[in-house]
């Protein structure tokens, strides 16, 4: 137990607060290619309403 | 006659506790429908591997069976990539691509992992910090990849936080959500329109998470491409009986070989020191933060639209798919019997299995060398 408290660095989570940042920010950026990508392969792959197909 | 009562003398009352928790586990599975197919094998595991001498895990030369299955499937990540093949094969992508901005709230839900790694570098050095942080994805294969591929001594208590967080999830979200939220934005109904999604977009969108998913966070590819693989199995439809495969024998073969071999860690002497409560404790730290991420980004993007979002979906966000998606329904119900927002929720649900996944990976990045 001791040695564990000896082991605490408050500090630690300032110093971490960078991945924090740098991770988030990476997950909306990957997440966000991705919406875009869906989005147009939506578009992309859309079929059209029957009224615009031809016979 | 000494025979009979000599392994006796090995005993001893850590043991006995691990019983306990064993039983507590066992208990919570069937009595409470909690998790069964993990909480059941673990619990019985538990038992197992905390008797004197035990021969199901490695005693100096003997090898152990759980011991050996342990080396085979967990310690190269196998069992748990093997298993995302099954998730991958049962998940139906249909909610998220026909609404993908609904993907955003995925993203904005693993805030509690990246928060907890923070709090737990506090305690732990970075690489054991990193795997506890990822037990809120909620994400039991992420958790097993990301711990080993990092190599933490904390594995066992990692992977029973895990699992046992997943099936704690209907108790864990529902104060957190009510605490964050109004009555009035709980009621918030949200208009739902099925678009049609394509059979072409359903298959190209597997192939092109992998491709997007390992040129930026490479060291997540095995854990996307296989959960993709399933997926695409599941979507291309020439591959019905595989796909019913994956989803069914292959995913419960993987289950009850995972549950009983995650219970090889659940030893005494590794599983009853300080550090295991601690671990349990940022665990669900995490988890908390995760579903508070979700919702506070929902109330912000309410700020701006005025096509108000139910807050509660952005709970979702978490990979305990479908559990959240489903708690946040019945609050929906609970709180207007006539406010259906399933579809909404299973959507983010959906994309937050990408997301912790996609988390997960941007970890190992950071700190895998």
């Given at each position: 137990?001791?040695?564990?408290?000896?082991?605490?660095?408050?500090?630690?989570?300032?110093?971490n607060l960078w991945y924090m940042g740098i991770g988030m920010l990476g997950?909306?950026?990957?997440?966000?290619?991705?919406?875009?990508?869906?989005?147009?392969?939506?578009?992309?792959?859309?079929?059209?309403?029957?009224?615009?197909?031809?016979? | 006659?000494?025979?009979?009562?000599?392994?006796?003398?090995?005993?001893?009352?850590?043991?006995?506790?691990?019983?306990?928790?064993?039983?507590?586990?066992?208990?919570?599975?069937?009595?409470?429908?909690?998790?069964?197919?993990?909480?059941?094998?673990?619990?019985?595991?538990?038992?197992?591997?905390?008797?004197?001498?035990?021969?199901?895990?490695?005693?100096?030369?003997?090898?152990?069976?759980?011991?050996?299955?342990?080396?085979?499937?967990?310690?190269?990540?196998?069992?748990?990539?093997?298993?995302?093949?099954?998730?991958?094969?049962?998940?139906?992508?249909?909610?998220?691509?026909?609404?993908p901005v609904l993907m955003l709230f995925g993203a904005a839900a693993q805030?509690?992992?990246?928060?907890?790694?923070?709090?737990?570098?506090?305690?732990?050095?970075?690489?054991?910090?990193?795997?506890?942080?990822?037990?809120?994805?909620?994400?039991?294969?992420?958790?097993?990849?990301?711990?080993?591929?990092?190599?933490?001594?904390?594995?066992?208590?990692?992977?029973?936080?895990?699992?046992?967080?997943?099936?704690?999830?209907?108790?864990?979200?529902?104060?957190?959500?009510?605490?964050?939220?109004?009555?009035?934005?709980?009621?918030?109904?949200?208009?739902?329109?099925?678009?049609?999604?394509?059979?072409?977009?359903?298959?190209?969108?597997?192939?092109?998470?992998?491709?997007?998913?390992?040129?930026?966070?490479?060291?997540?590819?095995?854990?996307?491409?296989?959960?993709?693989?399933?997926?695409?199995?599941?979507?291309?439809?020439?591959?019905?009986?595989?796909?019913?495969?994956?989803?069914?024998?292959?995913?419960?073969?993987?289950?009850?070989?995972?549950?009983?071999?995650?219970?090889?860690?659940?030893?005494?002497?590794?599983?009853?020191?300080?550090?295991?409560?601690?671990?349990?404790?940022?665990?669900?730290?995490?988890?908390?933060?995760?579903t508070a991420g979700g919702v506070i980004f929902a109330k912000i993007l309410?700020?701006?639209?005025?096509?108000?979002?139910?807050?509660?979906?952005?709970?979702?966000?978490?990979?305990?798919?479908?559990?959240?998606?489903?708690?946040?329904?019945?609050?929906?119900?609970?709180?207007?019997?006539?406010?259906?927002?399933?579809?909404?929720?299973?959507?983010?649900?959906?994309?937050?299995?990408?997301?912790?996944?996609?988390?997960?990976?941007?970890?190992?990045?950071?700190?895998?060398?």
């Amino acid at each position: 137990m001791l040695n564990f408290l000896a082991a605490f660095e408050p500090m630690h989570f300032v110093d971490n607060l960078w991945y924090m940042g740098i991770g988030m920010l990476g997950i909306f950026i990957v997440i966000g290619v991705i919406v875009v990508l869906t989005m147009l392969l939506n578009a992309a792959t859309a079929e059209k309403p029957d009224s615009e197909k031809k016979d | 006659m000494e025979v009979l009562y000599q392994n006796l003398l090995n005993l001893d009352w850590k043991m006995v506790v691990m019983w306990a928790i064993g039983g507590i586990l066992i208990y919570l599975a069937i009595k409470k429908d909690m998790e069964p197919t993990l909480l059941l094998p673990m619990g019985f595991g538990a038992i197992l591997v905390n008797l004197p001498l035990s021969g199901a895990i490695t005693q100096g030369a003997e090898e152990g069976p759980l011991s050996i299955l342990y080396g085979a499937g967990i310690a190269n990540e196998l069992f748990p990539l093997i298993l995302f093949i099954g998730i991958g094969a049962m998940i139906d992508f249909g909610p998220l691509l026909s609404n993908p901005v609904l993907m955003l709230f995925g993203a904005a839900a693993q805030f509690g992992i990246f928060f907890t790694l923070c709090m737990a570098s506090m305690f732990f050095d970075i690489n054991d910090a990193a795997s506890i942080a990822i037990i809120g994805a909620a994400d039991g294969p992420t958790s097993i990849v990301v711990g080993q591929k990092l190599n933490s001594g904390y594995i066992g208590a990692i992977m029973v936080a895990a699992y046992s967080y997943m099936a704690l999830v209907p108790i864990i979200q529902p104060p957190i959500i009510k605490l964050l939220t109004t009555k009035k934005e709980r009621l918030i109904r949200m208009e739902y329109t099925q678009k049609p999604v394509s059979k072409t977009t359903r298959i190209l969108f597997p192939i092109f998470i992998t491709i997007i998913a390992g040129l930026i966070a490479p060291a997540s590819v095995a854990l996307v491409g296989f959960l993709m693989f399933g997926n695409l199995i599941r979507e291309c439809g020439v591959l019905e009986s595989l796909s019913e495969t994956a989803q069914k024998a292959l995913a419960n073969l993987v289950t009850i070989f995972l549950g009983i071999t995650i219970a090889s860690q659940m030893q005494a002497e590794k599983f009853l020191r300080v550090d295991t409560l601690l671990i349990l404790g940022l665990g669900l730290f995490a988890f908390i933060f995760d579903t508070a991420g979700g919702v506070i980004f929902a109330k912000i993007l309410n700020l701006f639209l005025k096509k108000k979002i139910n807050p509660m979906i952005g709970a979702a966000g978490i990979s305990a798919f479908p559990m959240s998606g489903r708690v946040v329904h019945k609050m929906a119900l609970k709180e207007d019997p006539t406010n259906f927002i399933l579809m909404q929720a299973t959507g983010v649900n959906v994309s937050g299995q990408i997301a912790s996944v996609i988390a997960g990976g941007l970890i190992l990045n950071f700190f895998l060398h």
